[in-house]
């Protein structure tokens, strides 16, 4: 992945998706990691399989037997010792299961964690253009379809493996001409899997991806229900899903077909394999080199076989599905980091901008080259028509993307080269977008500073004006908040947001259009507020309101791409240039 | 292949008093898909069953004497139901997935058509995650039980079939196979509850596993900003051990079951297998007749197995179709009336009640009120968004109540654009066309009217490009000019903005306020706002008072010089944006004391 943010296009813009080559290097890692698992697991269910080989051994033996005349007691006994082995094999049975599905659970939570981990650590920029339908997905449709495969299907797959293995042994050992007929369904089979193999990726691919455009076309239409409403767009949201559930046939349509070479192929396989046998040994009967009784004991394994080959072609099927999956886990993964964190430690707090430039698409410079050194302690508001490069500004001054040309500097040392964690000792970007998490009002504070006690929770809360209201809840700093918790307003979530600020403690904070999303009187009131919390640092206020940039110690006009005024308030205002002519006009003078 | 294209043109209404109704529902719906998986399904398991019985046949009759024209008989027999059994796997599998495939997509249609029509009854009555789970899980739960279906009742009357060869066979081999398998399915069924509640317990830990994943990643942003990466990815790894260990608790008896699975019909192959044998041994039964009698044993544990699948899959069907039920039970919050009023003819006064104000065809009106929020609770109710919370405060087109007029006529004649509207993904031509019928003409008219040119850069490819979800690619600014254009574009009879552009800078402000005034001159708008630069533009301009009732209206201009205490307070607001006087708002700033309809409208953008 490059590091600068791309135009935030369709299809452009999915994370990456890891290639076959380290989808299994993952899976060897894992395997390699429960490798003492493994071995127990298959030696549990080699076991189980040898016993579970004991009846058509002896009922052939019976045939034979009763053929040449033999007593009750012989097949009492041979019932008696069948019976041992079919209690063997439950027993076994049970405890291979049981390893197996621990391993299964294992691997899975350690799966989900480093994918958790990974998503965790996403470069913001990444984050930013990638937007989060494509990672829900990922965090919730992909890790769900890797859950059936790894908790159930990996341990199946080696219990059919072994299966059928010893079984072909065991077929080998009672008679290994007789057994040379199970040979009959092998290029078949073999045929069948290897084209279905190669084409099934794909279609599982187009499948998962049908899915998570379904499900996110539910989600717009629960999320965006007011307007839906309110524009009467029901009729257009319908359509929508009606075209990509369309979509989602065509993708099931497309594998169905491939399964469809696939079953048949194995299934004649399978049902033709006895009757070679029996053929081929009805032969070898009548030529008087083996019996009918191994004759029957061979037929009936192969018969067995089909069960263990269907098992293992189902769990293939949805292994795929699950390497799909995996591949899109795994691909988180994989973004690399978007800079490269260097040692030096910033000399001071102060932040410097000089020739910055930023392309969000190669040729299209929005930023043209800005000089902006930021006054310790300072209120800088700035201001511009729509488009200018206002936030992207703020998003260089706030080290969220390394500048296309040009540098910002903390202290002497480019904001990109801190490490995360001190950057944000720094500088915060506050933005429009606010999000309460799931968890109580005291976790959506400490996300700022773990550390934090009780008190300087309230007393954060208390700085940005939201004690109050923060107090009237039902359990104060333990409510449950965010989603299915209790509702807090947009203009509750921002204090929340601000008080996490207070905690973060920056020196410096740039604010864009923090409030502007909110009715006007509540963002009056949350600038207020922030008033209150700000002083003692360094403030970048990206602004629409001008009262804003009235109250602010100077003011930036940027105007496609540049500073094209900066000064005082009062100083503009008397130079009688454009931030003149915006004021007398927001002034109705 | 698959005849029938899906989904559906029609979704039909379901009956939501019980899962089982539900379902029943659904499975008459699709009787046709249903009934040739069934029958294809009992040819297939049928056949299966052949196997053995011509296995014991063709060692009988064939090999014991020796190699010649009778085996081949019972070989070409052999061959004849395998081939029955392909074939009639093949199109098992094709139906058992439109079974799938028609079940699954129902449900989804309607959780979908129900999030399409409830407005914002659903956002308030369910997580945004249980609604998309309705689709994203529980409609494909229900779809593996129709998908079995199939299969399952072949292996029923597969074990019918055999029961009753083997009966008429042998007497005691066949009493003990005819009740010896279902003794083994009941005692196995016995585990199946229990395992569904320890599954029941890892699921709804898996649930809150991932919710906490999704969660942690819509707010990935203020994570990586401020922090708490570590916490968030802690407290999803706790969950997720939590997940674990339910999960092993699900496996230790899971694993009891497949052992006895293993046991229970393993004892009863041995104890055919050695009452075959002592019949052999005397003469009673051939040698192909005991392989065939195994063989039976053996086959008929798989319509066991077949059986607990199914009890299974019904019961997460069960669980799943509550789950679909409570979204689709959501009331939706301005129903359509049960017997319309004839509609009141265009050019008709839109009158609200409460507050006394009067909309007057052609006229393009300000509504000003000292509490910003009491301006636009009176526009909102203008659109008819809740009725439950409406009743006490009526509004009436031309004379006639907005619950009691036609719906889609309404939506039609009077459209609010609230003040943060959602952007929907897709081509941006598309969604600023919400009534899909502008030309490029109109696109790029309403584009100009609400001064947002600048986004056909932001968003590559212009009016054919694609806009992100929640038009997440432009500045905030950009996406309520956007939704501007979009609610221009609906060229309603009475067009309600509330707050159209609070987050504008002041110079693209002002030439919002001239532009809309002209596309909308003559037409009948209301534009809630605070703004001189907006209300300077208006025909006419209306003041609420701390009640909320219409105190005064008169041009923007009369009103600032009026010298009574109605200009007074008009100034006041007006003028306030400059003021930094703090005093008059702070009482009614806290955020709880919003009133409800205010706070359920921001709800949604809170989450």
Redesign the interface.
């Known amino acids: 992945m490059s590091t600068t943010a791309a ?5 452009a ?1 999915l994370l990456p998706i890891a290639d076959r080559a380290e989808v299994n290097r993952t899976v060897r890692r894992l395997f390699r990691r429960h490798r003492r698992a493994l071995g127990a697991i298959a030696g549990l269910h080699t076991v ?1 399989a040898v016993a ?1 080989l004991a ?2 051994f ?2 052939g033996r ?2 034979d037997e ?2 040449t005349g ?3 007691g012989y ?2 006994t ?2 008696l010792v ?2 041992g082995a ?2 063997a ?3 076994v ?6 390893v197996s ?2 391993f ?3 691997v ?2 350690e799966l ?2 480093e994918f ?2 990974a ?6 920029s990444v ?2 253009k990638a ?3 494509d ?2 997905a990922r ?3 992909d ?2 379809k890797l ?1 059936h495969a790894v ?1 159930f299907g990996v341990p199946r797959v080696l219990v059919c493996i072994v299966t059928i293995l010893l079984t072909v042994v065991a077929s080998l050992l009672t008679d290994p001409l007789v057994a040379i007929g199970l040979l009959s369904g092998v290029p078949l089979i073999w045929v069948a899997t290897r084209w279905y193999l190669k084409r099934a990726t794909p279609g599982y691919l187009r499948e998962s991806a049908a ?1 998570a455009t ?25 359509g ?3 075209r990509d ?2 979509e ?2 065509e993708a ?2 497309y594998t ?2 491939l ?2 070479r696939l ?2 192929s194995l ?2 396989a399978v ?2 394999a ?2 070679v046998i ?2 081929w ?3 070898l ?2 030529q008087e080199l083996t019996t ?2 191994t ?2 004991t061979i ?2 394994y192969a ?2 076989l089909g069960g263990p080959v269907f098992d293992l072609v189902f769990w293939l099927d949805e292994l795929q599905v699950a390497a799909v999956a995996l591949a899109r886990v795994v691909g988180v993964g994989l973004v690399g980091p978007d800079r490269q964190a260097g040692t030096d430690v910033p000399a001071s707090d102060e932040v410097r901008g000089h020739a910055v430039r930023y392309a969000y ?1 190669e040729g299209h410079d929005v930023l043209h080259g800005i000089d902006l050194d930021l006054r310790p302690g300072e209120r800088l508001a700035v ?5 200018a490069g206002k ?1 992207t500004l703020g998003r260089m001054l ?1 080290g ?1 993307h390394p500048p296309t040309g040009g540098s910002v500097t903390v202290g002497g040392v480019p904001l990109v080269e801190l490490p ?2 001190d950057l ?1 000792q720094h500088v ?2 506050v ?9 109580t009002l005291a ?1 959506n504070l ?3 500073d ?1 550390s934090a006690s009780d008190e300087a929770l309230w007393g954060a809360l208390g700085a940005v004006d939201a004690r ?2 923060a107090s ?1 809840l039902p359990d104060g700093l333990e409510t449950e908040v ?3 918790g209790h ?7 921002q ?1 929340i ?1 601000l008080a ?2 207070v905690l ?1 403690d920056p020196h410096t904070l740039v604010l864009d ?1 923090a409030t ?10 949350l600038e ?1 507020s922030l008033n209150a919390v700000l002083t003692g640092r360094t403030v970048v206020a990206i602004a ?4 804003t940039a ?1 109250d602010a110690d100077r003011v930036a006009v940027v105007d496609g791409g540049l500073i094209t005024e900066i000064g005082p308030h009062d100083e503009l205002v008397a130079a009688d240039g454009d931030y003149a002519r ?1 004021w007398h ?4 003078e | 292949m698959i005849v029938r294209p899906l989904p559906l043109p029609d979704t039909g209404s379901p009956p939501l008093t019980s899962p089982a109704r539900l379902l029943t529902w659904q499975v008459w719906r699709q009787r046709d898909v249903l009934a040739k998986s069934l029958l294809v399904g009992i040819v297939t398991m049928l056949a299966s069953a052949a196997a053995p019985l011509l296995l014991g046949l063709a060692i009988d009759e064939g090999l014991a004497h020796g190699f010649g024209r009778e085996l081949l008989v019972w070989c070409g027999l052999m061959l004849l139901a395998a081939a029955v059994t392909v074939v009639s796997g093949v199109f098992s599998h094709i139906w058992d997935v439109e079974n799938w495939l028609r079940a699954a997509f129902a449900f989804a249609q309607l959780v979908g058509d129900k999030a399409s029509r409830a407005g914002h009854a659903i956002t308030r009555r369910l997580p945004t995650g249980e609604v998309v789970a309705a689709v994203a899980n529980d409609a494909l739960r229900v779809g593996d039980m129709f998908a079995m279906a199939g299969r399952f009742t072949g292996g029923v009357i597969a074990y019918v079939v055999v029961a009753a060869i083997v009966l008429s066979q042998d007497l005691t081999l066949g009493l003990v196979l005819t009740f010896g398998i279902p003794v083994v399915g009941g005692v196995l069924a016995l585990l199946v509850k229990p395992l569904q509640s320890r599954q029941g317990a890892h699921r709804e830990a898996t649930g809150r596993l991932t919710a906490l994943g999704s969660d942690t990643v819509s707010g990935l942003r203020i994570l990586r900003g401020i922090g708490g990466e570590d916490v968030f990815a802690g407290r999803y790894a706790r969950q997720s051990q939590e997940v674990r260990r339910q999960g092993v608790r699900v496996a230790v008896l899971q694993s009891v079951l497949d052992g006895l699975q293993v046991l229970l019909p393993g004892l009863l192959v041995v104890l055919v297998l050695w009452l075959g044998a002592r019949a052999a041994v005397v003469g009673d039964i051939t040698s192909g007749q005991l392989v065939a009698y195994y063989g039976y044993a053996a086959f008929l544990s798989w319509p066991v197995q077949m059986a607990t699948q199914m009890l299974q899959m019904v019961i997460r069907a069960v669980v799943s179709s509550r789950k679909i039920i409570g979204v689709l039970e959501v009331a939706e919050a301005t129903p359509q009336a049960t017997s319309p009023q004839n509609l009141p003819p265009e050019g008709s006064e839109l009158v609200d009640e409460s507050s006394g104000l009067v909309l007057r065809p052609g006229r393009v009106v300000g509504l000003v009120s000292p509490e910003p929020d009491a301006s636009a609770r009176v526009a909102v109710r203008l659109g008819r968004f809740d009725d439950e919370a409406e009743t006490g405060t009526p509004v009436r087109l031309g004379g006639v109540l907005l619950a009691e007029l036609d719906k889609e006529t309404l939506r039609h004649r009077v459209v609010v654009s609230e003040a943060t509207p959602h952007l929907f993904s897709g081509i941006l031509g598309e969604e600023l066309d919400a009534r899909g019928r502008a030309t490029e003409a109109d696109l790029l008219g309403a584009l100009f009217a609400a001064d947002a040119h600048d986004v056909l850069d932001s968003v590559p490819g212009g009016l054919t490009g694609e806009l992100p979800e929640k038009g997440r690619s432009l500045s905030g600014g950009q996406r309520q000019r956007v939704a501007l254009a979009r609610a221009l574009l609906t060229e309603p009879e009475i067009l309600v903005l509330v707050e159209p552009t609070s987050a504008v800078d002041a110079h693209t402000e002002a030439r919002i306020a001239e532009r809309v005034a002209t596309v909308r001159r003559g037409r009948t708008t209301l534009v809630v706002t605070a703004s001189p630069l907006v209300l300077d533009h208006l025909d006419e301009v209306v003041l609420l008072d701390d009640g909320a009732r219409v105190a005064a209206s008169g041009t923007h201009a009369e009103l600032l010089e009026r010298g009574d205490d109605v200009g007074a307070r008009y100034r006041a607001v007006v003028g306030r944006s400059m003021a930094e006087d703090g005093s008059d708002d702070t009482a009614d700033d806290t955020a709880d004391d919003t009133t409800d309809d205010i706070t359920d409208e921001l709800e949604g953008a809170a989450r």
């Open positions: 135009p935030p296009a369709a299809g813009n189980a579970g009846g058509p002896l009922l019976i045939i009763v053929a033999t007593t009750l097949v009492n041979l019932a069948l019976v079919v209690v094999q439950a027993v049975t049970r405890f291979a299961q049981k599905m621990v299964g659970e294992e899975f939570a989900r964690e958790m981990n998503v965790t650590r996403l470069p913001l984050v930013e937007g989060t339908g990672l829900v965090t919730t449709n890790v769900n859950q908790r899915y379904v499900n996110g076309t539910i989600t717009e239409a629960v999320e965006g229900a007011r307007t839906t409403d309110a524009l009467h767009l029901g009729a257009k949201v319908r929508r899903l009606r559930l369309s989602t046939f099931e349509k169905l077909a399964r469809l079953i048949p299934d004649a049902w033709c006895p009757i029996v053929l040994g009805g032969w009967v009548s009918v009784g004759v029957a037929a009936l018969h067995q698409r201001v511009g028509p729509s488009g936030s706030a969220i995360l964690e944000r915060a970007l933005t429009q977008e606010h999000h309460v998490f799931v968890g976790e400490r996300l700022a773990t109050e209201w009237a965010g989603s299915g509702a807090l307003t947009p203009a509750q979530a204090q947001a996490r600020l973060l259009e502007s999303l909110l009715d006007p009187r509540a963002a009056r009131h207020r629409h309101r001008l009262h009235h915006l006009s927001w002034q109705h």
